[in-house]
């Protein structure tokens, strides 16, 4: 901490910095269950005062409260937990209804795309970890393995109800319907490394046969894992030996009419999957090894031709309405003519495709990213990209551009800003950034936005109107918090890997002063009234208050227990600092005085802002998905509100008095409106929320962000 400004050694209470946090959230539904959890508004429990701290009043649900799903842009009434999609990759496409199912592998969901939208209409909730897909349009049935359970789920596709789930007795890794009768084919292996295949009821589930077809043998996984011969029935299996690369491979070839082995083909290099091109009536074999694709004619068993590719393929998709292979390789989908074995055209994507699906009723191509957590759409005939879809959102922080009314939202999942209108309160935007946004805050004189990119080290410049990044200005190791302060312009920045906060010149893109700290600093905000600095050091319980004019240290005033969040009253210039870890708000003077006061609010307190328009401080409580309201008239607590899952943040519309909670692990925003902040009431009966449609379940367990200087 800072003492007469020079600096004196702490005795931190973790050493361990803070990385970067992508939200592992473990939704499951219960096994066999076919029916989606709905959520109405609900009661906030009350909260307990502690020695020494003013009691908070009953908190209750907000009359008119309301939760923007974030990646669907869905306004729904009430206090309503949604499920964000994390890591999407493997696609099915459902042709009876004309929806993508888009297997998000980490967060335990299947999202549900409209073909006819581009929309994500609903989230199917399988448990840990979802890992490949198939879809059966006889029964118009869709399959899913779990990676962690040696497990299969049936789900009727007309309902996204989950109908049974059965054990295999081994780890599924691909999976094919036969399209005669509907009985589901799963080939994967065991943790001796034995590969298995089993055949399953398509009606009941029940597990017909089971077969093992090869010790030390590792069956390739995914979508193109098992391909199915239309024209004499059998199953095909590329496998590599010992689950490791060699210099050949084996094709298993699987009896569909009984569970036998018919053959095993070696193949003189390593297969990383397999497409049945029923135009050729052959198989494309991918080579883990070489930029080509293998013609295998399962008539002859043999090679009868080689594609070129650019790169060495990682997926494939046959489009039936063109007569095209669409084959994924690192940064682009090239397009082959099974008719003349050439390449016909190769379009850039942002990355290696982890998942394609083909819409044979429209012709459009879906390429799901797990690093941008979406889906973009291509015409499957010019190649142009049609849009893309959000599968899911880590909102983390919250800027309210005052000059265009819209509210920016700091997405880590998908490395972008989140655009809001203030106004209509829906989602009108995106600013692709590419890094890690950590911190956000608007600049009212040049009317930009700067943001922390955490892994960069750096802050990128956002010009608001061409919602695009204009420049970057330097930082510390890891940034982390951000502070605009008013009165000079200035830009402060704390950098808890680094031990300082940089303070930033946007106009001149330089640093003005370093300021070191032998704690990490993490939470600031700057006090236009007396011209201050708040910084908060999460390790030691002391927050250090400087003069912004000067850059010198006032004082170091005591906190509680992990200063995490600083909300500053601006008519009065005083601090609220909320504790992560005494689950609770210091109130400190314009100046950084102590005045002993503190007020209890949720557990794991995180974000907080201060609303000018009712005059209160609205502190977010990770841990217990609550927003606490602090009066800052009384300086009490006055109330709080249920909101969605893991709130991080909290952001107010200074116009109107909206207040927006960003809800990290449920990936949405709860809205209150002006009439429901300041005193919040137990709603009567017809006030209550009803219950909502939507097959969303609530997540059952959830790792919260990691605080900086944590371990």
């Known amino acids: 901490m800072w003492k007469d400004g020079s600096l004196v050694r702490g005795s931190p209470s973790r050493i361990a910095l803070v990385v970067l946090v992508v939200a592992v959230v473990a939704l499951s539904l219960p096994r066999g269950s076919g029916t989606p959890v709905t959520n109405s508004a609900a009661a906030a429990p009350a909260l307990a005062s502690g020695a020494g701290e003013a009691a908070l009043g009953p908190a209750s649900s907000a009359l008119h409260e309301s939760t923007l799903v974030l990646f669907n842009d869905t306004d729904v009434p009430g206090d309503f937990y949604s499920q964000s999609s994390d890591l999407p990759s493997l696609e099915a496409y459902d042709n009876e ?64 109800l989950i109908e049974r789930v059965v054990s295999i007795g081994f780890e599924p890794l691909a999976m094919a319907a036969d399209p005669n009768n509907g009985d589901l084919y799963v080939t994967g292996w065991n943790a001796t490394g034995t590969a298995f295949v089993a055949v399953l009821s398509g009606t009941n ?19 193109n894992g098992l391909a199915f011969d239309s024209v004499n029935g059998d ?146 005939q010019s190649y142009r990209v049609l849009g893309s879809i959000l599968l899911g959102a880590a909102p983390y922080n919250m800027a309210y551009d005052a000059a265009n009314g819209n509210l920016y939202v700091a997405d880590l999942l998908s490395s972008q800003l989140i655009v809001l209108n203030a106004t209509s309160n829906r989602v009108t935007g995106y600013v692709p950034l590419g890094t890690t946004p950590y911190g956000i805050v608007y600049d009212p004189q040049t009317k930009e936005l700067y943001v922390d990119d955490y892994y960069a080290g750096n802050v990128s410049v ?160 990770f841990d217990s998905d609550l927003v606490t309201t602090i009066s800052g008239t009384s300086e009490s607590g006055v109330g709080g509100f249920s909101v969605g899952s893991g709130p991080v943040a909290v952001a107010v519309d200074p116009v109107t008095g909206t207040v927006y909670v960003a809800n990290y692990d449920s990936g949405s925003l709860t809205l209150l409106t002006p009439s429901a902040v300041g005193r919040p009431a137990t709603p009567a009966a017809s006030d209550a929320n009803p219950s909502e449609t939507l097959p969303v379940a609530p997540p059952t367990m959830a790792t919260r962000p990691t605080a900086p200087g944590s371990a």
């Open 205 to 223: 589930g029940t597990v017909r046969s089971t077969l093992s077809f090869g010790a030390d043998r590792f069956p390739i996984a995914g979508p």
């Open 462 to 621: 956002v010009n608001p109107t061409t919602a695009s990044v204009v420049g970057y200005l330097p930082a510390g190791v890891e940034p982390w918090g951000i502070a605009y302060d008013a009165s000079n312009h200035d830009v402060w920045v704390t950098n808890p890997a680094s031990n300082n906060v940089t303070i930033l010149d946007p106009s001149a893109g330089t640093v003005v002063r370093s300021l070191s700290f032998s704690t990490p600093p993490g939470a600031i905000a700057y006090d236009a009234k007396g011209h201050t600095m708040f910084v908060g050091e999460y390790n030691t319980g002391n927050v250090s208050v400087f003069n912004a004019t000067t850059d010198r240290l006032i004082r170091n005033a005591t906190s509680g227990g992990e200063p995490y969040t600083i909300a500053i009253d601006t008519a009065t210039g005083d601090a609220y600092v909320g504790n992560y870890l005494s689950d609770n708000v210091t109130i400190l003077g314009d100046r950084g005085q102590e005045t002993g006061s503190n007020v209890t609010a949720g557990v794991g307190v995180f974000g907080s802002a201060y609303d000018p328009v009712d005059k209160d401080v609205y502190v977010a409580s």
């Open 235 to 380: 199953f095909y299996v590329p496998s590599i030996p010992s689950g490791v690369g060699g210099s050949y491979g084996n094709l298993t070839v699987l009896s569909g009419a009984r569970l036998a082995v018919v053959r095993t083909i070696v193949l003189p290099f390593e297969p990383n999957g397999i497409l049945y091109v029923p135009s050729l009536k052959e198989f494309y074999l991918g080579n883990s090894s070489a930029a080509d694709l293998t013609v295998f004619n399962p008539s002859s068993r043999t090679a009868t031709g080689t594609v070129t590719l650019p790169d060495i393929a990682t997926m494939m998709t046959y489009a039936s309405n063109h007569n095209r292979v669409f084959v994924g390789i690192e940064g682009n989908v090239s397009v082959v003519s099974p008719s003349s074995g050439k390449i016909l055209a190769t379009f850039p994507v942002t990355r290696e495709p982890d998942g394609l699906a083909f819409n044979n009723r429209n012709g459009d191509l879906y390429i799901s990213d797990y690093v941008g957590n979406n889906v973009s759409v291509v015409n499957g």
């Open 97 to 160: 209804s004309d929806r993508v199912f888009v297997e998000g592998f980490y967060s335990g969901v299947i999202d549900v795309v409209s073909g006819h939208t581009n929309e994500v209409v609903a989230t199917i909730s399988t448990g840990e970890y979802p890992n490949t897909l198939a879809y059966d349009q006889k029964d118009n049935a869709l399959f899913y393995g779990l990676q962690a359970y040696d497990e299969v789920g049936f789900v009727n596709a007309s309902s996204d």
